[in-house]
Structures are given as structure tokens and as C-alpha cells.
């Protein structure tokens, strides 16, 4: 019996209990009480807050019988000494059960909180696999973009600040008890926003579909994300209406759904560490590299391609030959009229800083899942393209 | 604000850790150990007993460093007695997790079994929503059949033999802990329950693509089912190759995912009250029912007629005129080559019991979902065509 085909044919499907629908904030004080909570620990950032959101959801957890907390204090690409201050914060308060609303950063950042008071130590001790050994409170989390997927995803990103490198820490337990989405809250989000976190949800989507450890159960789910995308993410950046903008949130979700169990790949092998060196906007760094990388791994993922096209909104049967072709161009033309960054000169990346990105990017578990085997001279012929 | 539309957009999805591959039978015990039981109370029926399964089981389970107690009296249809015997018996060996290892029959006695142990009484009580009060011992499922998909849903389906009808206890708690599918054991399932599962899982497939309940979480997973039934039903049944086999139990794992959270409709709501009064096998009944349910709720579904075509193996763009036709004839042609049951006449319905039929498919949970609202005439004049 062929082992290594049999094993293939093996998978895992994880994921959190999903809440989805407009007007559904008002929903998150009981998701915090049901989870056996008494003080929430509300972890958000400086933006929502402006919008007004946090105030909502504060009122919403009162409105629930819960004491709650505010810690807003999160940036993007959330940092190590955010995240110890918020758990020190936490236990101070003696609060119960922590909620995190925002973008990837702060959701991230709520997963590392819950880490270091439930565990103890330092974020960086929690990279390695089997490293969380105790339990973590209660998680909650909300999005507020339209990319991130952090909501159910078995991810979580922190930033470095002393090494200037992302921590990658992949671990089951750090997926919430419950993903709650309202996309009523993406009407204050900023355009470019809009296009950045929808290309990350675009390269997760991608990715997941590309992956080595990709099976039937996140194919689906990268397909729809791909399909919800190629409606509505260009509409959604010009116009900015309801329907598009709850597509968008709705693929994060299925985009989110599928690279949590299938894993990623180069694009964001490459992302993190550039994302560590220079606190660039990930999702900006995605939509550049992405091009790049599914041009590299079309040539090992040739019977794949017919479906994705379709995913991409191509509409014809299954067996175009020219599928390779039709991706490309449907990929370029989106993310040309969502406005897209389209070169890491233009985000300001340095040139002589690629080769140290390309071995930082050898070492990230994005890679394990990459279909395309790539060593440190491919890398760095990768990242010279998207110059 | 249109309230009911939008209503219609809130979802909720739910499902277990689902473990899904050849061969991983072999990981029955590790998964009973992870949940943290000591002593497995092992729940199965005498036809995979006869298979040489159990026996398998039983040693997975001891090289896991488990104690492991034998129930396997459970019959088709599980009786309401299996059940409560099958409590008393855990408690009596003291048992700390149960195991259910079978098809619908085996699967639905366990959550019978783990509700009683936990919450006393009779399995009667549990039919009501929010009836289930404490906590269930840590449950792991693994199907042996391509249909059923109790191992990641939220109903139990237990035959109340002195009233002589089925009892749909439908609680998100009685989703196991563990979904864990090894296809390998189709290959002794007999034909006729390879055809008769298989269209369990086209009828939850459809029928969860059709509710009213349905959203890009559960449809995604519908129409992927449906693509694997139209893949390899027929083959499966006529060659047994493993391929088709892995095929529909991956199917039966989608079509579970999507009508767990969207629910059922009408064929399952007449479904039951027959097979509580005939104890006649779940899938002929489906398969008889499903093309006259179909062709009365498509009407109502005109818009996703086009993807449902797509889901059934036409292979064209999305925009069929003759999307309906399209439908009903694959249905037809695909039941017919697998060799299904065609008439509630030849399964041993009699005439004189169809008016009492449609009364009691009224109450059931099922109709609830439906896309077309039916009255008792309605089912009535369903039951006849079918008949």
C-alpha cells in the first residue's frame, strides 16, 4: 500500500462555533456569559474605539449582567509588550473570560493574553509546538476587517520587538470558543483597509487551496472565499456597499476556515518576516507577493487549476486548458482595480535587505505546507520579482 | 430595515473535530484517551461484529492502554429499551467515555446512552428543546456506513416502541466530541446498504441545500456531498472500489456538516413517522420520497437550481434555463442506476396508513425547515405519488 498517497487522503478539520450575521455585536456579552464569564477583559484598539464600537460593545456586555474591563491599548502588529501589560492587566482586574474585537492585531493580541495568564513566562516561550500546557479562559473573538480569519484560526501573530521578528505560535488551543461576526462594523472601515484585509483573506484562501495538507473539507471552504472575493472585494473598496462588504467578511470567515486546518504557504512564509522587520501592513504585503508566488506554484498544482478559475469567477466547465492562463489574469485584474499595493519598493522594504527575508522565511512553519518545495535562492528570486 | 431578510442571513455553524482517513480506525483509542476516559464503554451492533470490526476496535482500544466494556445489541432502528439498557449497563461497569461504532443505529444509541447516564429518566423526556440539562460524558464517533452523518450532527433519532413512532431529539449537545471516519470499513458493507446510505447522504444533502436555514457554511457542503454522491454512488454499488467508497463516506461527512446546522425538510419529516411505524430501513425511504419531494419544493428554489444542477454532475455554466429538468432527471437516472427502491408500496407501506402518516410528518422538527410550507393535504398527496 502506498503510505505516502493514503496519507494525503488524511485530514483534520477544526473549528470554533461560528456566530455570523448584521447587527449580531449586540450578541456579545451573552457569548461571554455563556462561556461561564462574569468580568470580561475587552481587548480592542484605538480606531474602533474612535468609531464607536467599542462603546456599543461595552454596553452590550453590561446589558448582560457582566462586569467588564477595557484594554485598548493594541497597534497593528501587535507587540510582545502589549501583550504582557495585558496580561498583567488582566489578572490585576480578576477578570474571567477575555473578549477580543478588532482586526488580526487585536484578536492576536487576545490570544496572547490569554496564553501568558493561563501559562505563565514570556510570549516567545509559546512558539514550539506542545509548549501551552494549561487550559487558556474563555475566548471570544469578533473581527472587525475583512481578512484575518484570526477569529478561527489556530494562529496567532505577535511582533518581536527585541529580535524584530514575528512569532508564529500554532497551536489548537488557541482557537476561540466562539467566532462572532457582525459585518455591520465594516461600514467604518477605511477603504484601503477594505482592500488590504480582503487580499490577506485572497492570499489565505489561496494558499489553503494550494496547500500540500489541503483536503475536500477546506477546499470548499477556499473556494467560496475565493468566490465571495472576486464578487465583491472591488465593488466593496469604490462603493462600499452593505451587501459587498458582508461578502467580504463572509469569505474571511470561509478563507479562515480553510488555512486553519490546511496551513499557508510561501506568501506568508515571506509575509512574516517582513512583517517583523519593517511593521508593514500584512495584508499589503500579501496582495504584492501573491502574484509572485501562485505564478511559482502553478506548475505543481496544474490539476487544480480548473477549479480555481471557476473560484475566481471564471464561467465555464471544468476543463479549461488554459486555466493557468486565466488565473494570472484574473488575479492581476483584481488586484489592480481593488487598488492593491503592487511592489514591496513601494511599501517600503529594502533592497539589500532581501536575502536575510529569505532565510528568515525558510525558517517559518508557513513553508512546511508550501506545494512547491522552495530553497533559499527561490525564495530570493521570489521576493526580487515583487521589488 | 427589512428585519426578516436579514434575519435570514444570521447563521450559526457547529461541528466537532472531525478526523477523516484510511486506516485510522487505529486511532479509536488514542481519540477515547485524549477526552480523558480511562474505561470505554464500546457501543456496536452484531453485523460489524461479524465484520471482524469490532474485534479491531477492541484491540485499538486496550493498545491505547484503555479498559474497554463490549455493548453490541443494538438493532436498526435503536429501540428506546437498547437504550436504557445500555445506560444501566455503563454505570454498572463503571464507564467514563463511550465509543459509538456503527451506522446511524449504533451512533444515535450511544447519544441515547450518553444522555441517560448523565441526565436520568427516560430517553422520552429528551425530545423537547433545552431538556438536556447536565453535561455529557466525553463521546466519540466513528460511521461505518455512507450515510447517516450522526457522527457530527445534533440529532439522535431513538424508535419509542410502544407508541411505535421515532423520536427526533435534536440539542447541540449530543454532537460528539470526536468525529473519527475511517473508510476503510466500507468494504464490508453489504450493496444494498451501500445504495441505501449512500442515499441518506444525497437526501441530507439536498434537503439541506433546500431549507430555509441553509447558508454559504452549510451549502458549500451540500453541494460538495452532492458531487461525490453523483461521482461514485452508482459505481460504489456496482464495483466496490475503495476510491467510490472513500468517496461517499467523505460525502456522508459533508452532507452531516450542512444538514446539522441548516437542518432537514420534508422527506425527513415523513421519513421518520414511517419508519417508527414499519421499523423499515431510513435510507429506501429516502431514496423512494426524495424525487417527489424534490420536484414539489422546486418551485420555491428557483435560484439555486443552477449550483444544485452543477452539484449533480452537469457540467455547464451556472445559468441553465432548464436548470429544474436538469435536476429532476439526474435524481431519477442516478436512483435507478444505483439500483435504490422506487416505491413505498414495495417496502411494505400500506395504503390504508398514508393519511395517519402525513398527521404525525406534520409535528415533526423536520417540516419546520422546509422551503415550501406543506399542509396535510399536501403531504398526504406527497405520499400517494410516492406510493
Given at each position: 500500500?502506498?503510505?505516502?498517497?493514503?496519507?494525503?487522503?488524511?485530514?483534520?478539520?477544526?473549528?470554533?462555533?461560528?456566530?455570523?450575521?448584521?447587527?449580531?455585536?449586540?450578541?456579545?456579552?451573552?457569548?461571554?456569559?455563556?462561556?461561564g464569564g462574569h468580568k470580561v477583559f475587552l481587548v480592542s484598539d484605538q480606531g474602533l474605539f474612535d468609531a464607536g464600537w467599542v462603546d456599543k460593545a461595552l454596553k452590550y456586555i453590561m446589558e448582560a449582567g457582566l462586569e467588564v474591563v477595557l484594554y485598548d491599548g493594541i497597534t497593528s502588529n501587535p507587540k510582545d509588550h502589549e501583550v504582557t501589560r495585558g496580561a498583567?492587566?488582566?489578572?490585576?482586574?480578576?477578570?474571567?473570560?477575555?473578549?477580543?474585537?478588532?482586526?488580526?492585531?487585536?484578536?492576536?493580541?487576545?490570544?496572547?493574553?490569554?496564553?501568558?495568564?493561563?501559562?505563565?513566562?514570556?510570549?516567545?516561550?509559546?512558539?514550539g509546538p506542545d509548549s501551552i500546557i494549561r487550559p487558556l479562559p474563555p475566548l471570544v473573538l469578533c473581527p472587525t476587517t475583512c481578512g484575518t480569519g484570526s477569529d478561527v484560526?489556530?494562529?496567532?501573530?505577535?511582533?518581536?520587538?527585541?529580535?524584530?521578528c514575528k512569532l508564529t505560535i500554532m497551536n489548537r488551543c488557541v482557537a476561540p470558543d466562539i467566532s462572532l461576526t457582525d459585518p455591520d462594523i465594516l461600514a467604518t472601515l477605511p477603504e484601503e483597509f477594505v482592500c488590504t484585509t480582503a487580499t490577506d483573506a485572497l492570499s489565505h484562501a489561496l494558499e489553503a487551496f494550494f496547500s500540500v495538507?489541503?483536503?475536500?473539507?477546506?477546499?470548499?471552504?477556499?473556494?467560496?472565499?475565493?468566490?465571495?472575493?472576486?464578487?465583491?472585494?472591488?465593488?466593496?473598496?469604490?462603493?462600499?456597499?452593505?451587501?459587498?462588504?458582508?461578502?467580504?467578511?463572509?469569505?474571511?470567515?470561509?478563507?479562515?476556515?480553510?488555512?486553519s486546518n490546511s496551513l499557508l504557504g510561501i506568501v506568508h512564509a515571506l509575509a512574516h518576516p517582513i512583517g517583523g522587520l519593517y511593521d508593514a501592513n500584512h495584508g499589503s504585503i500579501n496582495a504584492i507577493l501573491l502574484p509572485e508566488v501562485i505564478k511559482y506554484d502553478i506548475p505543481v498544482v496544474a490539476e487544480k487549476l480548473p477549479e480555481l478559475a471557476w473560484g475566481l469567477g471564471h464561467r465555464a466547465d471544468g476543463s479549461a486548458d488554459n486555466a493557468a492562463e486565466i488565473v494570472e489574469e484574473r488575479l492581476d485584474a483584481m488586484l489592480e482595480a481593488a487598488r492593491a499595493p503592487r511592489s514591496l519598493r513601494s511599501i517600503g522594504v529594502k533592497k539589500e535587505d532581501l536575502p536575510e527575508l529569505a532565510k528568515k522565511?525558510?525558517?517559518?512553519v508557513c513553508i512546511v505546507t508550501s506545494p512547491?518545495?522552495?530553497?533559499?535562492?527561490?525564495?530570493?528570486?521570489?521576493?526580487?520579482?515583487?521589488f
Open positions: 500500500m502506498d503510505n505516502t498517497k493514503e496519507g494525503m487522503h488524511h485530514c483534520k478539520f477544526e473549528v470554533p462555533e461560528i456566530i455570523f450575521g448584521r447587527g449580531l455585536l449586540s450578541q456579545i456579552g451573552v457569548c461571554a456569559r455563556r462561556l498583567l492587566e488582566y489578572v490585576r482586574q480578576g477578570a474571567d473570560v477575555i473578549v477580543g474585537l478588532g482586526g488580526g492585531s487585536s484578536m492576536d493580541a487576545a490570544k496572547g493574553i490569554a496564553i501568558l495568564v493561563s501559562n505563565g513566562g514570556r510570549i516567545q516561550d509559546y512558539v484560526s489556530q494562529f496567532a501573530i505577535i511582533n518581536d520587538t527585541e529580535q524584530r495538507a489541503s483536503t475536500s473539507l477546506t477546499d470548499v471552504h477556499a473556494i467560496k472565499a475565493l468566490r465571495l472575493v472576486s464578487q465583491s472585494m472591488v465593488a466593496a473598496v469604490r462603493e462600499h456597499r452593505p451587501e459587498d462588504l458582508e461578502n467580504l467578511a463572509r469569505a474571511s470567515l470561509h478563507a479562515g476556515m480553510a488555512f522565511a525558510l525558517k517559518d512547491r518545495q522552495a530553497d533559499e535562492k527561490d525564495l530570493l528570486a521570489l521576493l526580487e520579482r515583487a
